[in-house]
Structures are given as structure tokens and as C-alpha cells.
């Protein structure tokens, strides 16, 4: 028989225990937190990026202001992989928390002159924000350990902010070519100046573009495309100095597109007013967008 007895653990131990187990378990659980808050930051910045380099460079303020969120983005998303403190943390949730806030203004009512529209971007965007709110702002609640209601509180402000995106989300303009928000009426084609040349418009005078994909039988610009450069639908008429053949092709969604000269025509949703023409020369949505001149 052994010669050790045996005697219990005394609560002291337990605690001891317990407790070192929680000290080794913190550290690992932050560690994941600030991992995964900074790879959501990164995903949203990237996000931001391609839009950015697909049609938002353009766009007066908006550019610049999208440029500067990629780059906050990238930077705060660096600084949280390689730092566990509350500041940066709560500075990452913070920043999530108002890009979604400027991305939700942008839909309701327009920033700048720009109001946003529908695209799965932008909906994939607005969830990782929220999703990146959430996990930086209980890592900056959580300096040692978790902290009583903490969990509960950032949790209800994530599941109101998801709510709130998809309120805003649901009224926005689809990007779908079947919405009437994403089309604009052929109306009667005139012709508007532009640097020197004179350019075709449609009956707001808002420039016309062509794509260079486009067949003169079939348009390449479909779903998201369709939401920045919306499609001129309709039986076109010309105005006086509008000499170009106009005719008219069926979309995939079966809807009406005007064309001139055999070009299917759309206006950029970066142009607010006549005489702008910011999506000249664009490579975007897979091709190459000009502005149609009225006579060729």
C-alpha cells in the first residue's frame, strides 16, 4: 500500500487555481478579439477600396471622403492586430459605428449631393461594420475580464444598428435594372456643351454615356453596373442638332433601352447637374465609358 494519504483541496487552492486558469484564459480570448476586430476593419476598408476604384473616385467629396475611410480603415485595423489597448479598440468600434452612420445618411438623404443606392457592396459593408463594432467595442469593455451587462448592452446596440441598416436598406434604390430609381426617361435627346464639343443629353440636359462592352444589340451593363450608370429607357425623340440615328433595344430584364447611333445610352450617377461629365474616359464595371458626342 502507499505510505501517501490523501487529503482534499482547500478552497484557497480551488481559487488559486481558477484563478490562473482565468488569468491564462484572458489573454487568449482578447488576442482572438483584437484578431478578428482588425480583420472585419480590413474587410470593410477593402470593400471601400474597390468601390472607390470603381466609380466613387469620381464622384465630387464622396471620392475623397471613401478614400480616406480605406485609409483610417487599413491603418486602425493595423493598429488593432498589433495592439491590445481599450483606446485603439474603442477608437476601431467607434469608427465602424460612423462609417455605418455616414453610409446610412448617404441613403435617407444624400450626402453632398450624392444619395446612395442599393448594392450588395454596400449591404456586405454596413454588416461587417456592425460586426466590427461589436467585437472592438467589448474588447474595449473588457480591460481584465468581462464586465458585468457589458456583452448585453453591445449586443442590443448591434442588433439596433442591424435593424436600422436594413430599415434603410429596404427604402434605398435597388440596383436592379427593374427598379425605376435606378432608370432615367429617354425623353427627347438634345445636346448640351462640354469642354468645346457638343455632347449628347438627355432631357434634364444630365450627359449620356456609352459602353464600350455594348453590342448595338445587347447592353453589358446589368445589375450593380446599372445602379452607377443608370440605363435611358424608353423611345428616345431628338431635339434640334441631334442628327444621330436613335432606335431602341430590349434588356435582359425586358425593359426598353434607348439607343444612339447603336450605342445603348446611360447617365452616371456621379453627374447632378448639366454640363458635368465625370464619368468620361472612366475603366469601370469591366469597360470603358465615353460620353456620346451628338454628331459623329
Known sequence: MSNRSWAPSSPASDEARQSAAGLTSRPVTRRALRLAGAGLLAATAAIHLDLYLTGYRSIPVIGWLFLLQVIAAFGLALAAAVSG????????????????????????????????????????????????????????????????????????????????LAIAVAGAGAPAPTAPATRTAAGSLRTVQIGGAAVLANARGLTLYSFAPDTPAKSACNGSCAAYWPPVTGTPSAAPGVTGRLGTIRRADGSVQATYDGHPLYTYIGDSAPGQARGNNLNLNGGLWHEVPASR
Open 85 to 164: 489597448r481599450r483606446l485603439v479598440a474603442a477608437a476601431g468600434a467607434g469608427f465602424a459605428l460612423s462609417t455605418l452612420g455616414g453610409y446610412l445618411l448617404s441613403v435617407w438623404i444624400g450626402l453632398f449631393g450624392f444619395t446612395e443606392v442599393r448594392t450588395t457592396a454596400g449591404i456586405t459593408a454596413g454588416v461587417l461594420e456592425v460586426a466590427a463594432f461589436a467585437v472592438l467595442a467589448v474588447l474595449a469593455l473588457t480591460p481584465a475580464g468581462p464586465v458585468p451587462h457589458a456583452g448585453a448592452a453591445v449586443a442590443a446596440a448591434s442588433v439596433l444598428a442591424l435593424a436600422v
